[in-house]
């Protein structure tokens, strides 16, 4: 079971009690949840905020893929997952991403978390433009999608 | 034919919309068209060469969202959409 959305932060804040709801089962004895926050440094420059912008469709697409892939490709058929990802401007601490699972075995669930936020990373169409203290503001160089 | 390059992340720099419009009198591959992008930031932004990079790494995506490579050909009206080195999460 997955949920994954993206989170406009104009209309919303991601909750990680939403995603604490959503997996929670007797079936499976092990959670994980990550959440990703805007810190105040970054390459030596104070941060004050972050701008994120996605490709809605191509990003739910993503997720739809990676949560797909690890039937085969982890041999974790039994999960359940939710994804959401903001949108939009956050300030420091404000949490930008957050990725819950819930397996049989806690193997399994650390190996599957670690998986879907590294497969995001490579493959999910979202950008960051972060805010500095003198009031500039830069888009992070990022890594090139290849074609399938 | 009417090409409208739908703009995200970093090249959002290149207009104050969110695309671009180019008119193409033939059909053109993504490798021809990415240097038809480079053409028009140079006139508009000059010698930006940070703009030039982005356009040389981007991949770029069709409107039913897959991602294509070099080789696709745009042969009528379309959207395409740039997709710029990404770094969520």
Known sequence: MLHAKIIDTKKEKIKISTAESFISSTKFGASIFFSGTVRDINENKKVTGITYDSHDELVLKSFKEIYYEADNKLNIKDKVVFIEHAKGYLDLGEISIVIAVACKHRDQAYILSRYIIEEIKKRSPIWKKEHYENENSEWLKGNPIQPN | ?89
Do not use: H, W
């Not at chain 2, 409208?4 to 919309?17: D, P, T």
């Not at chain 2, 591959?29 to 981007?58: C, G, H, P, W």
């Not at chain 2, 991949?59 to 990404?86: G, L, R, S, W």
């Open chain 2, 1 to 89: 034919m009417k090409i409208r390059l739908e703009l995200f992340g970093a090249s959002r720099e290149f207009s104050n919309k969110d695309y671009l419009d180019f008119n193409i009198n033939k059909k053109i591959s993504i490798k021809d068209f990415r240097q038809e992008i480079i053409n028009y930031l140079k006139l508009n932004f000059k010698e930006n060469k940070a703009f030039k990079k982005i356009v040389e790494t981007s991949a770029f995506c069709t409107e039913d969202n897959n991602i294509i490579n070099d080789n696709y050909k745009i042969i009528k009206n379309q959207k395409i959409t740039i997709i710029p080195p990404i770094g969520g999460g």
